[in-house]
Structure formats: structure tokens, C-alpha cells
């Protein structure tokens, strides 16, 4: 077996560490109110929780107000006749305050009118990870206690959404578990997965934990679960090897950018308003494959979403559990993209493999995939992930890659057909097709109008 390159780097973590333990309080210059900020533990410290919550409101969303449990919620700027987002994060090697948590916080008020609960479990996320998933339970005690009192308040279970963060999704699921799955949502972005993956139902997130559970997927072969876990479950990518993360010669950013990619690719969703839609599918290869190509099963013509829309936007009554979704994404923010199907039929069969790279071109933009076409078969199929909506794409180029091997020099030319059309193929949208026969000369990139009109 060849030794996970990520895994051995984080057995060498802990010498890597580097600790401080400054804290300072500030002042809302809106409010005069007394900001307080995230803890900062060292290692030694990790057995102690030191819960904290902070709660962050649209009128001052950079400064955390610490809310007590005991009657400071009533006295507190939290305003329960809105929705209240609970944000837990993760194992935090360098028990440090996640550089993620003002992004994350800012871009869920920047879209509603919301109560935003940020839960500070920095001492009790550090030091060991085994350590930290133990302490996971006390936490979810401790914030299934401090929900209870919000209910008291009279804010409704349906109204609380819980976004956990790796190890946090897990504390999210557990507390959904203690509230009997009655909370209206949790969202898991890149649920952990060591110890999580072969646990019970009970132990880790899964779709009984609430109304509505959905997971973002980006790193399932290492930090990340590999399984379903709500009843909508994003693949991105695959799930696995996102793309713009570095190589692995960069250290710690490679061993966790898979994983923070789910939060980045969040954050995004919600200050952009490119949709970033996802596709049922039994597998990132189908998908790939172009065997995947709209939502009618099993969700009745609406995609899923990433973001706040009600369900993700799935217009069910009743959703299906354990749902694998799967999408692609651009290296970098905003991440979305377009999906289009391209096909290309050859005018007659051939004794060997077709490839065929395929090229969209916008004013500003280029993307490419390449159509492989299995010997003796007529058609070949992929999807191609564009950056611009199909209707801004210019032109498309075409390029027949030949390969002269020792036994038998290649044909110089192919003739066939081209065709595209943008994903979901379920409403009225119909392939569009270069309206002649095409004739690709061998390695060479010929280019053509793309016929497509916007909406
Ligand atoms: C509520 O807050 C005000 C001002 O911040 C303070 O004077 C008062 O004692 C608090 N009341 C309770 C019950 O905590
Ligand atoms: C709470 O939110 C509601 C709905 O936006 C608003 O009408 C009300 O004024 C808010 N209450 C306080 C005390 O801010
Ligand atoms: C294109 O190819 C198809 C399949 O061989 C053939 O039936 C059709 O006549 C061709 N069309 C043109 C315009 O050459
Ligand atoms: C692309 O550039 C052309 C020429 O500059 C312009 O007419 C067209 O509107 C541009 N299209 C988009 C989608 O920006
Ligand atoms: C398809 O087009 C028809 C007529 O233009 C329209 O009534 C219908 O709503 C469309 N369906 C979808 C799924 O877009």
C-alpha cells in the first residue's frame, strides 16, 4: 500500500505547532457595545471546552456579542421572530480561531435577516483530534442546552439551521439527534471523516438529525466522509481532489484545501448569485460520462442548490435520503459553472478509439473537455464545464487527436457530427448541432460559431 502523503504530514503536525494566547476585547463603534472575539488555546489546554457563543446580528455583523446562557439571550440583541444560523466549527490543529468564521458569518447576513450563533469550542477542538471528537459530545450537550432555552423563548425548532464545519457537522447532527430531528436544517460542509465513517447513525450526521440534512463533499478521501450523509449529499468535483489546490509541496495549505474548499465554495454561493447547481448520479464517472443529465429522479424537475433556499430548492414534499449529487466547479471563486452535454457522432464507425477535444470560447473565457468515442461505436459523449452561460459562448473549436503508432499510421481526417446542449436537459432547452457534417483534419484545432441563442 503507498503511505498517504497527507496522512503522514499530519502525524508530524503537532511539532508544527505554535501557540499564543492573546486575547483582546473591542468596541462596536455602531453600538458601544463590548465586542468579544474568538479564544485562542494551546494544546495543553485542549481537554477544557470554554464554550463560547456569539452571537453576530446584520446590525453589527463584524462584532460577536458573547451571549451568557443564563438570561442573556432575553437581553441580548437576538431577535427571535427571525431565523437563527448556528455556526459550529471544527478540530483546530493550531487552536486557533477559524480564519473562515467573519467570511462565513458576513455572507449569511449580507443574504438574510438572521440571527447568526457562532459556537467558540476552540480549547476543547485542539490538541489530539481523538481528544477533540470526544469532546464532541460535551459540546453537543452544552449547544443542545443552549438551544433548548432559545425554544423557551419561543423561537420555533423549524427556524434554527445549523452549519458544522468538518468535526462540527458531526456536534450539528448530534444535537439534531437530541432534539429529536426536529430542528428545522443542518448543512455539513465536508462532514469529518476519521472516525465517523463506519459509526452509527446516533454518533455522526445523518438525514434523522433534522427536518432538512445536506452535505458539501470535497475532500472524501482523507479529511473528509466518503458516504452520504443527509438526505442531499454534493460531490464536488468527485467529491475528492478539488481543482486550484495546490501541490503537495505546499504543506499545510495542500493537506486542507480540499477540505476548506466546501467552506469556500459556500461562502461564495451565498454572495454570489451564480447558481451552483448539482445533478443526481450514481457515480463522478457517469457523471462525467454524460449519463447523468437532469433532476427528474428523484427530484421531480428542480435541482439542488447550494446556498439558503428553502430545501435547496428541491420542490418535494417528502425528499429521498442519501441522494449523491455531483457538479464541477472552477479553481477559483465564484466557483460556478455551467454544464453542457457535448456529443460527437462519427459518419462511420472506426477500428480504434476517437478522441476529440472540444473548446468553448467566450470573449473572455475558454473551456475544454475531450469526447472519447469507444472503438467500433458510432457516438461519443462528455460533459464540458464552462465558466460563461452556452448562450455568451462564441465559438467552439474542435480537434480530432490523432496518434501515429508503430503498427499503423492513424486516419488524417474524421467526419461527423457536433452537438451540444447545456444541462438541465428536463425543461424545454433542446440540443443544438453544428448544422453539417464536420470534417477535422488531424491535431488541428478548427473552430466554428456556436448557434445558440440566450434566453
Ligand atoms: C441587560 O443589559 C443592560 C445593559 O446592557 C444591563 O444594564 C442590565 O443589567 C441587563 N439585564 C440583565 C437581566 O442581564
Ligand atoms: C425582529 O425582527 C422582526 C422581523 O424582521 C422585526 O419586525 C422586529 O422589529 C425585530 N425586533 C427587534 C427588537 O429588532
Ligand atoms: C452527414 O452524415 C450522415 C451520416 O453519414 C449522412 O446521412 C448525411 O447525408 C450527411 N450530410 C451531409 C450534408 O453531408
Ligand atoms: C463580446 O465582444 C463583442 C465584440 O467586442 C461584443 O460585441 C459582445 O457583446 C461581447 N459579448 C459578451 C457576452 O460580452
Ligand atoms: C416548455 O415550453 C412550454 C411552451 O413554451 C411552456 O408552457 C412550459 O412551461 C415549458 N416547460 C418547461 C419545463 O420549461
Request: net charge positive; glycine share 8%; hydrophobic share 40%.
Given at each position: 500500500?503507498?503511505?498517504?502523503?497527507?496522512?503522514?504530514?499530519?502525524?508530524?503536525?503537532?511539532?508544527?505547532?505554535?501557540?499564543?494566547?492573546?486575547?483582546?476585547?473591542?468596541?462596536?463603534?455602531?453600538?458601544?457595545?463590548?465586542?468579544?472575539?474568538?479564544?485562542?488555546?494551546?494544546?495543553?489546554?485542549?481537554?477544557?471546552l470554554k464554550v463560547q457563543f456569539l452571537l453576530f446580528t446584520s446590525l453589527s455583523p463584524s462584532c460577536g456579542k458573547l451571549i451568557f446562557a443564563d438570561g442573556g439571550i432575553k437581553n441580548s440583541s437576538f431577535n427571535s421572530s427571525l431565523e437563527t444560523k448556528i455556526i459550529i466549527h471544527g478540530f483546530r490543529a493550531l487552536g486557533t480561531k477559524p480564519s473562515w468564521i467573519e467570511g462565513l458569518v458576513?455572507?449569511?447576513?449580507?443574504?438574510?435577516?438572521?440571527?447568526?450563533?457562532?459556537?467558540?469550542?476552540?480549547?476543547?477542538?485542539?490538541?489530539?483530534?481523538?481528544?477533540?471528537?470526544?469532546?464532541?459530545?460535551?459540546?453537543?450537550?452544552?449547544?443542545?442546552?443552549?438551544?433548548?432555552?432559545?425554544?423557551?423563548?419561543?423561537?420555533?425548532?423549524?427556524?434554527?439551521?445549523?452549519?458544522?464545519?468538518?468535526?462540527?457537522?458531526?456536534?450539528?447532527?448530534?444535537?439534531?439527534?437530541?432534539?429529536?430531528?426536529?430542528?428545522?436544517?443542518?448543512?455539513?460542509?465536508?462532514?469529518?471523516?476519521?472516525?465517523?465513517?463506519?459509526?452509527?447513525?446516533?454518533?455522526?450526521?445523518?438525514?434523522?438529525?433534522?427536518?432538512?440534512?445536506?452535505?458539501?463533499?470535497?475532500?472524501?478521501?482523507?479529511?473528509?466522509?466518503?458516504?452520504?450523509?443527509?438526505?442531499?449529499?454534493?460531490?464536488?468535483?468527485?467529491?475528492?481532489?478539488?481543482?486550484?489546490?495546490?501541490?503537495?509541496?505546499?504543506?499545510?495549505?495542500?493537506?486542507?484545501?480540499?477540505?476548506?474548499?466546501?467552506?469556500?465554495?459556500?461562502?461564495?454561493?451565498?454572495?454570489?448569485?451564480?447558481?451552483?447547481?448539482?445533478?443526481?448520479?450514481?457515480?463522478?464517472?457517469?457523471?462525467?460520462?454524460?449519463?447523468?443529465?437532469?433532476?427528474?429522479?428523484?427530484?421531480?424537475?428542480?435541482?439542488?442548490?447550494?446556498?439558503?433556499?428553502?430545501?435547496?430548492?428541491?420542490?418535494?414534499?417528502?425528499?429521498?435520503?442519501?441522494?449523491?449529487?455531483?457538479?464541477?466547479?472552477?479553481?477559483?471563486?465564484?466557483?460556478?459553472?455551467?454544464?453542457?452535454?457535448?456529443?460527437?457522432?462519427?459518419?462511420?464507425?472506426?477500428?480504434?478509439?476517437?478522441?476529440?477535444?472540444?473548446?468553448?470560447?467566450?470573449?473572455?473565457?475558454?473551456?475544454?473537455?475531450?469526447?472519447?468515442?469507444?472503438?467500433?461505436?458510432?457516438?461519443?459523449?462528455?460533459?464540458?464545464?464552462?465558466?460563461?452561460?452556452?448562450?455568451?459562448?462564441?465559438?467552439?473549436?474542435?480537434?480530432?487527436?490523432?496518434?501515429?503508432?508503430?503498427?499503423?499510421?492513424?486516419?488524417?481526417?474524421?467526419?461527423?457530427?457536433?452537438?451540444?446542449?447545456?444541462?438541465?436537459?428536463?425543461?424545454?432547452?433542446?440540443?443544438?448541432?453544428?448544422?453539417?457534417?464536420?470534417?477535422?483534419?488531424?491535431?488541428?484545432?478548427?473552430?466554428?460559431?456556436?448557434?445558440?441563442?440566450?434566453?
Amino acid at each position: 500500500m503507498v503511505e498517504d502523503p497527507k496522512r503522514k504530514a499530519l502525524s508530524v503536525l503537532p511539532v508544527l505547532l505554535l501557540f499564543s494566547s492573546a486575547q483582546a476585547g473591542t468596541i462596536d463603534r455602531f453600538s458601544g457595545h463590548h465586542c468579544t472575539d474568538f479564544q485562542t488555546a494551546n494544546f495543553l489546554r485542549g481537554i477544557r471546552l470554554k464554550v463560547q457563543f456569539l452571537l453576530f446580528t446584520s446590525l453589527s455583523p463584524s462584532c460577536g456579542k458573547l451571549i451568557f446562557a443564563d438570561g442573556g439571550i432575553k437581553n441580548s440583541s437576538f431577535n427571535s421572530s427571525l431565523e437563527t444560523k448556528i455556526i459550529i466549527h471544527g478540530f483546530r490543529a493550531l487552536g486557533t480561531k477559524p480564519s473562515w468564521i467573519e467570511g462565513l458569518v458576513h455572507a449569511i447576513l449580507h443574504t438574510s435577516q438572521v440571527n447568526v450563533i457562532a459556537v467558540d469550542w476552540v480549547y476543547g477542538s485542539t490538541a489530539a483530534y481523538p481528544a477533540a471528537v470526544e469532546n464532541g459530545i460535551q459540546l453537543a450537550l452544552s449547544i443542545s442546552q443552549f438551544i433548548s432555552k432559545l425554544l423557551a423563548l419561543g423561537v420555533s425548532g423549524t427556524s434554527i439551521h445549523i452549519i458544522g464545519v468538518s468535526l462540527g457537522a458531526h456536534v450539528g447532527g448530534l444535537v439534531g439527534h437530541f432534539h429529536g430531528g426536529q430542528l428545522g436544517r443542518i448543512t455539513g460542509l465536508d462532514p469529518a471523516g476519521p472516525k465517523y465513517t463506519r459509526a452509527s447513525h446516533e454518533e455522526r450526521l445523518d438525514p434523522g438529525d433534522a427536518l432538512f440534512v445536506e452535505a458539501i463533499h470535497t475532500d472524501a478521501d482523507n479529511f473528509g466522509i466518503r458516504i452520504p450523509v443527509g438526505h442531499i449529499d454534493y460531490f464536488v468535483n468527485g467529491g475528492k481532489d478539488q481543482p486550484g489546490c495546490p501541490p503537495i509541496s505546499a504543506g499545510y495549505k495542500y493537506l486542507i484545501c480540499d477540505h476548506m474548499r466546501a467552506v469556500e465554495l459556500y461562502v461564495s454561493a451565498l454572495k454570489h448569485s451564480c447558481p451552483i447547481l448539482a445533478f443526481p448520479c450514481s457515480s463522478h464517472q457517469d457523471f462525467l460520462n454524460g449519463r447523468c443529465l437532469d433532476c427528474v429522479d428523484p427530484f421531480l424537475f428542480s435541482c439542488p442548490r447550494i446556498g439558503l433556499l428553502e430545501q435547496a430548492g428541491v420542490n418535494m414534499r417528502k425528499l429521498p435520503k442519501e441522494v449523491k449529487v455531483y457538479l464541477m466547479t472552477s479553481p477559483s471563486a465564484p466557483f460556478c459553472v455551467h454544464h453542457s452535454l457535448v456529443e460527437f457522432h462519427l459518419q462511420k464507425k472506426r477500428n480504434r478509439v476517437t478522441s476529440i477535444e472540444i473548446t468553448f470560447h467566450s470573449n473572455s473565457t475558454k473551456d475544454t473537455a475531450k469526447i472519447t468515442i469507444p472503438k467500433h461505436q458510432e457516438m461519443g459523449k462528455r460533459l464540458l464545464a464552462h465558466r460563461v452561460p452556452l448562450c455568451q459562448i462564441n465559438s467552439v473549436s474542435l480537434k480530432y487527436l490523432s496518434k501515429n503508432q508503430f503498427w499503423g499510421k492513424d486516419e488524417s481526417f474524421i467526419v461527423g457530427k457536433f452537438c451540444a446542449a447545456p444541462l438541465p436537459l428536463d425543461s424545454n432547452r433542446t440540443t443544438s448541432c453544428l448544422p453539417w457534417n464536420l470534417s477535422l483534419p488531424s491535431n488541428t484545432d478548427i473552430s466554428y460559431e456556436l448557434p445558440t441563442a440566450c434566453a
